[in-house]
């Protein structure tokens, strides 16, 4: 078993059985369906054409190549969907470090060489991001190979394994070989997808957004600078970014809606289920810097003289954010809002316990109070959600604490 770079067997000479120079390689194709790491076969290029001969052929791989078969038949290499081309696909392109959660640029690729009865497997291991590929490269045919290795030797390797490794791709033609890549992706926390993305160019965050889960996608947006995530949502299809909004907190939403062009907003909000679009619409009625333009109208709400073993029910029932379900509201006569059960309380008592006796003085404001006092209510009552109430006392939605860190962070 050795290792290979691509750079060096790109241009290598390869010979048939009769040891005769026969061409030279000018590709090396993954076929990311059939298998994730495996080289499918190598691209030679032939007096006679291009040709396309797959690793059971070969006896040795690297600077030299060397088959057992004449080249009468070698196969004709004929183009087809699906295959990842290590140097068309992968050098000098952008790609996500899922392990190192950062962008880098590829700048050679790392094959292992294994024997196997009477010829090689060449699986894909690692791409070099580092000082190494890029000497390796720039020096191939300038100095001599004994010279290149002995200074390739002193610089520490800086590699990535394949595994932590995710394409960015821009062209919807080879997409679809790359969607189990994003997998990887998908794992992060939504703020180290939004890291990465903010460092990407224009096409390659939309390629990031057109593939990853919908809820994923909705919870990075969140994520975004103000600017970059109006440049994402401006790029998206209307059916996709719709699909996006409506995974986000009602909140948000009417946040992104309201700061994009009323038309792009509007056809958005039309390709939306019609629950979605109401709550962000009903949100996008108030002031952006008021109570009621912060608030969520996702909350658990449940009769005052109803038990914890109810708001258990109401809790499994509950689609929005953990955030807002860090407080259980208490609605009395009128559907007025009476009081409010921190979750902990739930979680620590007896199921038949009467929720009202566990019920903390609750606090309120109305929808149309300026942020900055929303800011100080939070402060002042260490509070972890803040309800909205309308001007009969219902409570119409509440404000958690990442919004007022949000809205904090947004002011500085």
Not at 58 to 67: D, E, K, M, Y
Not at 273 to 283: D, K
Request: hydrophobic share 45%; charged share 30%.
């Amino acid at each position: 078993m050795s290792i290979v770079a691509l750079s060096e067997l790109l241009g290598a000479a390869v010979r048939d059985a009769s040891g005769a120079v026969r061409g030279r390689v000018r590709e090396i194709a993954v076929a990311p369906q059939e298998h994730a790491t495996r080289v499918a076969f190598l691209i030679v290029k032939t007096s006679e054409g291009e040709r396309a001969l797959p690793p059971d052929v070969l006896t040795s791989a690297g600077a030299t190549v060397r088959t057992a078969t004449e080249a009468s038949a070698w196969d004709a290499y004929t183009v087809s969907d699906g295959v990842l081309l290590l140097k068309r696909d992968l050098l000098d392109q952008q790609i996500i470090d899922v392990h190192g959660r950062k962008v880098v640029r590829v700048n050679d690729v790392e094959m292992e060489s294994t024997p196997v009865n009477s010829h090689l497997r060449l699986n894909v291991v690692a791409v070099d991001v580092g000082a190494r590929g890029a000497i390796r490269r720039l020096s191939k045919g300038v100095v001599p190979s004994f010279t290149l290795r002995a200074l390739l030797d002193r610089i520490p390797p800086r590699v990535i394994p394949w595994q932590y490794v995710d394409l960015i791709e821009t062209d919807p033609a080879r997409r679809v070989k790359l969607n189990i890549a994003y997998e990887g992706l998908e794992k992060l926390h939504p703020a180290d997808i939004a890291n990465i993305v903010e460092d990407l160019p224009p096409a390659e965050r939309e390629a990031v957004f057109e593939t990853i889960d919908e809820e994923v996608a909705a919870e990075t947006l969140e994520e975004l600078d103000p600017d970059v995530k109006l440049s994402v949502v401006e790029s998206l299809d209307k059916d996709r970014a719709a699909d996006i909004v409506e995974e986000m907190d009602p909140d948000a939403a009417a946040d992104l809606l309201g700061d994009l062009p009323e038309d792009q907003s509007g056809q958005i909000l039309k390709e939306m289920e019609p629950e979605e679009r109401r709550e962000v619409t009903q949100l996008l009625e108030f002031g952006e810097h008021t109570a009621a333009g912060r608030m969520t109208t996702e909350f658990i709400s449940v009769r005052a003289d109803a038990a914890v073993d109810d708001a258990i029910e109401a809790l499994k029932r509950f689609e929005g954010g953990y955030e807002a379900a860090a407080t259980i509201y208490l609605s009395g006569d009128a559907h007025k809002l009476v009081g409010a059960v921190p979750l902990l309380k739930i979680a620590t008592s007896a199921p038949a316990a009467p929720l009202a006796s566990l019920s903390d003085e609750v606090v309120s404001c109305p929808a149309d109070t300026p942020e900055s006092e929303v800011a100080a209510l939070f402060d002042k009552y260490n509070l972890i959600t803040l309800a909205v109430v309308d001007e009969h006392g219902r409570l119409t939605g509440i404000i958690t604490a990442d919004d007022v860190i949000t809205m904090l962070r947004h002011e500085d």
